[in-house]
């Protein structure tokens, strides 16, 4: 663990230090959880945001996107329930005055539960080999089993103060945190304050206070520009369910606990997509979404056993069914994306608040209804941190040396093509920028020319560069150049009219989306 918390630092540094992620006003030592994304992050980004945004509207006819306002009317937030019951609960340690989630401390008290479960098993499967039996193991293991009986009985408890009537037992919740001896991490002592709710959204003022001014909120999601404008799209697209609107923007919430990087910031950018639905079709969409948005990561080719599904215990009371897309971070499994059954809770809210009809005509049925919704909600920064964390690797080479490199996806590489000239002489400036000049309107190339070769070779490993090209003395002979492989480290001679034949289909978010049908 300790390792891959040292793995973590380094990315965080790296991160810095090639220009993909800074602190917000760093010149000012930072601001808590706000971040910036520099010269290469910004790419990284947007050939994310590209990637899902293709994957949604080109390759669905009945998808459509948006860009709703992050201002919304401030009953937006009164219908839909986050003026009331968008808390957190949170703890205090008195000792070292720092603050959780008390949620999470007691989650996190399960996963102590099943990693020990977990350990266990791989000890045995050690010792056994080809012959173990994990099913008899685990009905049979003292430790296994013991383990097991306090994850259940915590499970349980858990279950039921999250879905107590009236809404959180904020006393049954510090009541697990002491009956399981919940220790604050950094003071070591079980001194805790009592559970209170903190609402996550921020508020600020709209006019000036002579004209009465209104508090408005900064959305905390972006679902709820989709749902206010849900009759706009489908009357004005003429849109027959089943249909989907699709949105990409940045939403804000005051974390109490912000921590680890990227993961959980108080800016931060969401890529959500609602798909309207004929009631009762709800639970077959669900399972549909969940299986098409785990292919679009994995399309990615990170690796199937680094995604898991993690279904909801505790379902909004207009859920009827709810999972998370978890990924391996260095720091345990977590999600990236939720995908939600939300029933008609949003529209008919909305309908309510507004006094308006928000419902469909369904012309097969002649019937009208308010449409049920599939929502698939992905934060753009936690897959920026996914694809980062699993695409750093410090590497061991055959000669002794090491490189540092980000396997990423050549596809969201920021930067596909480096045209290196050999040296800054006998026209090798000129004609690499000739090539460059050729190919910058089909993908984002960079030219180099400080600094020998391997150096150059190594700041564009570091950037996640798929290809390197050198401009050498035999080109200015034949036009070859050599072209140089990232991963492999290999190079071939290749024509440079051949460059763009070669390159183009590996780095383009077409070859992604083309693998996805
Ligand atoms: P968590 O339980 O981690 O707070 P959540 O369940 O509240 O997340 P949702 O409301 O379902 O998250 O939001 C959908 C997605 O938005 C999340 O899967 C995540 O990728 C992203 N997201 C939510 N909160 C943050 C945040 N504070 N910083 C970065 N991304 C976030």
Redesign the pocket.
Known sequence: MAQQEDVFKKIVSHCKEYGFVFPSSDIYDGLGAVYDYGQNGVELKNNIKQYWWQSMVLLHENIVGIDAAIFMHPTTWKASGHVDAFNDPLIDNRDSKKRYRADVLIEEQMAKYEDKIQKEIEKAQKRFGDAFDEAQFRATNARVLENQEKFDALHKRYQEVMNAEGGIDLEGMKQIILDEGIVCPISGTRNWTDVRQFNLMFKTEMGSTADGASTIYLRP?TAQGIFVNYLNVQKTGRMKLPFGIAQIGKAF?N?IVARQF?????E?E?MEMQFFIKPGTELDWFAKWKETRMKWHQNLGFGAENYRFHDHDKLAHYANAAT?IEFHMPFGFK????IHSRTNFDLSQHAKYSGKKIEYFDPETNESYTPYVIET???V??MFLSIMCHSYEEQQLPDGQTRTVLHLPAALAPVKLAVFPLTKKDGMPEKAQEIINDLRFHFNCKYEEKDQIGKRYRRMDAIGCPYCVTVDQQTLEDNTVTLRDRDTMEQRRVAISELRGIIEDQVSITSLLKKLL
């Open positions: 999601e919430r974390e990227i993961f959980r910031m108080r931060f969401q998370d999600e990236v994306e939720g909600s992905i934060g920064d936690r």
